[in-house]
């Protein structure tokens, strides 16, 4: 088994595991301790097992070879799966901020119980780690899909930290800050969300990469022998990798042969050095040296 494959096995058994444990965990400590907020902060962590679910099928699905219909790979299912995981970040914050509008001028619930409260403070240490573990996996394979789903760990440690305070509040005979902190937490998500969907919708419209990867990658081309100009370079994201199509100036009287020994070596070296370039397109135009020294 490869390495990214591992990572991405053991990222997601960590999110299916863990979230399925941290549920029924949260579910039990909500009904136990008589609290709405834990109860529902339950059901939220339950819909990460989804988000995980979602985020591994789109890398897989990324990861599969070139065929006849998709002769440039499917990496930009990856980015699907970031999309429909944002939708699921906007719908959990809206219903965060929804259920607390609703219930704000509402006092008459039970007093939560103390497991309730050592619930809250457990999710919160669980989901925070989940988070930067996620985040590190993704990190590792570049992977858009799982950063997207470690952002939904931290929404949920989010959600714990409301459902904390307003446990807190309310044993301290202040209800209504469970849901004042209910609707500032599903501001915080709606954001995440939002930057999420704008992030994967930009590599899936053949964006450019950023001006400071295109001077070191021209920099790094320039250096090669044989190089007499750059004459045009472009770059296009897709998915989490890039294309570039690339025109140089080579040595009018040179042999063709010998050009093309040239080309082949930029592009090896050109791939091997940048990692996220999947393929390098080169054209050659003929540089008259006597010319341009008259």
């Known amino acids: 088994m490869s390495n990214n494959r591992r990572i991405i096995l053991e990222a997601t058994l960590v999110g299916v595991i863990g979230n399925i444990a941290l549920s029924a965990f949260k ?15 339950a059901i939220h962590s ?42 699921i970040l906007l719908a959990t914050g ?28 457990v999710s919160i240490a669980v989901k925070e780690a989940m988070f930067w573990y996620t985040r590190y996996c993704a990190k590792k394979i570049n992977s858009s899909a799982f950063m997207a789903d470690a952002w939904h760990h931290r929404s949920d440690a989010m959600s714990s930290v409301g459902a ?9 005979g202040y209800p209504v800050f469970d849901s004042i902190a209910s609707v500032v937490i599903c501001l915080f998500i709606i954001k995440v969300s939002v930057d999420i969907f704008r992030e994967a919708l930009s590599k899936m419209t053949d964006k450019s990469c950023s001006r400071e990867f295109e001077d070191e990658l021209k920099e790094f081309i320039s250096t090669h ?18 294309y570039v199509d690339l025109e140089i100036g080579i040595d009018g009287e040179m042999k063709l042969v010998n050009a093309h020994n040239i080309s082949a070596q930029i592009h090896a070296a050109v791939e091997n050095r940048f990692p996220e370039i999947k393929h390098i397109m080169i054209h050659m135009n ?3 040296k006597q010319n341009s020294l008259t």
């Open 46 to 87: 339950l819909s990460d097992v989804l988000a995980t679910a979602i985020a591994f099928t789109g890398v897989k699905l990324a990861e599969t070879e070139p065929d006849e219909d998709h002769p440039y790979g499917h990496e930009r299912f990856e980015q699907v799966a970031s999309l429909i995981l944002s939708g």
């Open 286 to 288: 003929p540089v008259n």
């Open 27 to 41: 579910l039990t400590a909500g009904i136990a301790g008589h609290s709405a907020a834990m109860v529902s902060d």
């Open 94 to 121: 809206i219903g965060i901020g929804y259920s607390g509008i609703i219930h704000i001028s509402d006092s008459s619930s039970s007093i939560p119980g103390t497991i309730a409260l050592a619930a809250a403070i």
């Open 225 to 242: 022998n044989g190089v007499e100009s750059i004459d045009l370079l472009k770059t296009r994201k897709f998915g989490e990798k890039v």
């Open 164 to 172: 904390l305070f307003g446990i807190l509040a309310a044993r301290l």
